[in-house]
């Protein structure tokens, strides 16, 4: 085979000749590379053949979701300690990730993902590559279930492209697009950037080949389904609703007129907006009306237990933590090894402390998130906490001393399942076995806290530290986990179906389904129901649908993603070149971070499109470049 030189094509190439046989077993996905090798026409003969080769396009699609999370330290409510480097990743795991920046949102942090534009190709070829040999395989079926099962596999490898190329548009725009499988570097050297408008046709047409060929239940874990593409097919029409906006109501000064104008190709059409809002709703709607898919533990919110006690927690953890993998609200997601495989997921070690298994803490709450829990009492926002120097005599007992742990008490049941803040306790482990309980308070990091084992937490700049993510039970390293990282869950679609029907409805239209889907996600938290008549208007009710987006979806990948197609960066932090910055602090009172102080209109405009790699372009001239980034 001719070696291809393109950077991203180039890795394509490395793996043609054996794509087929990068494949994982059905639950696991544990790559393989059998020792010899059969050509195509010898390979694609049965439905096992088929298989084999899909499971090795999840297996490549996988490398570009399993570790979102890390976007969420480009937002304002998670601190991402670092950029993903090959000493912080281990294996191929976060190899799409590697080089990109996760801890500074007002950096112009677009020009470091050169390593997953090229493995999302990487990807898309995986995905044509079993799409082109099971269509040539389709004809020879014998029967009607046989056909049935193909055409399924087809819908699978369809969805992950349409998956792969949908994030690339959301963070490049204008994308090189091709729909079949590419052999040489001649097929793609002059390559162009395929329109927005006409990639994203295109990836309609996958979801909706899914939505039509796929089943209505995984026939394994981690496999996709027809609810799963349609919700998908709903996201694609919400979020290109939001880019055709041509006014928001916050007119942020780099967009006053909506759009995404770093995008010069691209002209916003506000009728094409609406009737993309109509059909993220109608899509959405089906997926809620439907599926027959429930919340977690039919979104119950369990019981709190104790302050300070970790034995009962709020149903909203045990979500995230494999014993979970199997529940139908993970609609759309990637699976992984598990103990000894050397294919596990890192959670743990990127939101764990020193006490489970040795972890590292990458990811840690801000103090600012602690604020939007809400009464379970009201239903709205509890008095600010506040940071109090541990020197002060009434640091710990002071009313809303964020020191204190009684004002933690009457809230949203999520956050106990999110975090921990000082007198909180956690289950450790140590070499796969239970240690101990022990207590969190921040920077005791060796001795005891109130009769219990500290927790080192020695990395921790917030005041607070994760327990969403992080295992309660021993057995699983701190890189060996097998949880079924959820990319599309159901109480995201409730979620963007309010969004959606809110902008065709209002808040009570389409038979106030909009308020009941948001009230079902609140109540896993053990809020009480919203008032039809206070959130009457668009906007109010919008930033409540924001608001649940935070607290439901925190540190799962999704809030740098909404900022970016609201054009609210600017709205969430601070507008072009003002001083002194946005300024964070910890429960302590100490200011720990300065984001976007004087920052330049350019920084901005670089934030909201990424720069396409240069060394795609050094090797193809005829990839143009983001006008900002010229």
């Avoid at 937002?75 to 990743?89: M, P, V, W």
């Avoid at 065709?504 to 038979?511: C, E, H, L, N, S």
Wanted: proline fraction near 5%; hydrophobic fraction near 35%.
């Amino acid at each position: 085979m001719k070696k291809i030189n393109i950077n991203y094509i180039g890795l394509i190439a490395c793996i043609i000749g054996c794509m087929f046989f990068f494949s994982s077993c059905r639950d696991n996905l544990l790559e393989q590379v059998p020792a010899g090798e059969l050509s195509a026409p010898l390979f694609w003969k049965t439905e096992a053949d088929a298989e084999y080769a899909l499971n090795g396009a999840y297996s490549a699609t996988r490398r570009c979701f399993s570790r979102d999370y890390m976007f969420d330290g480009l937002g304002e409510y998670l601190r991402f300690r670092s950029r993903a480097t090959k000493s912080q990743s281990t294996g191929d795991r976060a190899i799409a990730y590697r080089d990109g920046y996760y801890d500074n949102p007002s950096r112009a942090y677009g020009d470091a993902f050169d390593n997953y534009f090229k493995y999302a190709y990487a990807a898309i070829n995986h995905a044509n590559y079993v799409i082109q040999n099971v269509e040539a395989m389709l004809p020879n079926a014998t029967t009607e279930a046989s056909k049935a099962t193909l055409e399924a596999y087809i819908g699978e490898a369809r969805m992950l492209r349409g998956m792969v190329y949908f994030r690339l548009i959301s963070l490049w725009g204008d994308v090189p697009y091709f729909d079949r499988i590419i052999n040489s570097n001649d097929e793609v050297a002059s390559i162009t950037r395929t329109s927005m408008t006409e990639i994203k046709d295109a990836i309609l047409a996958d979801f909706t080949y899914a939505w039509e060929k796929l089943p209505d239940k995984p026939v394994a874990l981690g496999r996709f389904t027809k609810w799963g593409a349609l919700a998908f097919r709903g996201k694609m029409h919400l979020y290109w609703a939001s880019w055709n906006r041509t006014s928001w109501p916050w007119n942020t000064p780099v967009a006053p007129n909506g759009g995404w104008p770093e995008l010069t190709t691209f002209t916003p059409n506000q009728a094409e907006s609406v009737a993309s809002y109509k059909a993220a709703a109608d899509d959405l709607k089906k997926v809620v009306q439907e599926s027959g898919i429930n919340l977690f533990r039919n979104g119950e919110p369990g019981e709190w237990g104790e302050m300070g006690d970790c034995e009962v927690l709020p149903n909203y953890y045990y979500l995230f933590i494999p014993t979970a993998n199997a529940d139908p609200e993970l609609m759309v997601g990637f699976t992984h090894g598990g103990t000894g495989t050397g294919q596990g997921e890192e959670l743990m070690r990127d939101f764990g402390t020193r006490a489970t298994e040795g972890s590292q803490g990458w990811g840690q709450p801000r103090y600012e998130l602690a604020d939007r829990y809400q009464s379970t009492i009201t239903g709205d926002f509890c008095e600010p906490l506040i940071p109090v120097n541990p020197s002060v005599a009434d640091a710990r007992t002071r009313e809303n001393s964020a020191l204190n742990p009684e004002s933690y008490r009457g809230r949203d049941y999520r956050m106990k399942s999110t975090l921990l803040w000082d007198g909180e306790t956690m289950v450790t482990m140590l070499n796969l076995s239970f240690d101990q309980v022990r207590k969190f308070k921040y920077k005791t990091l060796t001795g005891t806290v109130d009769g219990y084992g500290a927790i080192n937490a020695d990395a921790d700049q917030t005041g607070y530290i994760m327990r969403k993510f992080v295992r309660n039970y021993a057995g699983q390293g701190r890189a060996d986990g097998n949880y079924h990282w959820p990319v599309m869950r159901l109480a995201d679609v409730f979620l963007l179906y309010a969004e959606a029907a809110n902008e065709v409805y209002g808040p009570t239209g389409d038979g106030g389904l909009a308020l009941e889907v948001v009230n079902k996600v609140r109540h896993r938290g053990n809020l009480p129901a919203l008032a039809p008549e206070k959130y009457a208007d668009k906007e109010t009710f919008f930033y409540t649908i924001e608001q649940e987006r935070i607290v439901e979806l925190f540190a799962e990948g999704h809030r740098m993603f909404d900022l970016r197609r609201w054009r609210s960066i600017e709205r969430a932090f601070l507008p072009p070149q003002t001083s002194p910055g946005f300024r964070m602090y910890d429960t302590h009172g100490a200011l720990r971070n300065t984001y976007f102080n004087n920052t330049s209109l350019l920084t901005y405009q670089r934030i909201y499109i990424f720069k396409i790699p240069q060394s795609e372009r050094n090797r193809n001239p005829n990839l143009t470049q983001n006008t900002p980034w010229l």
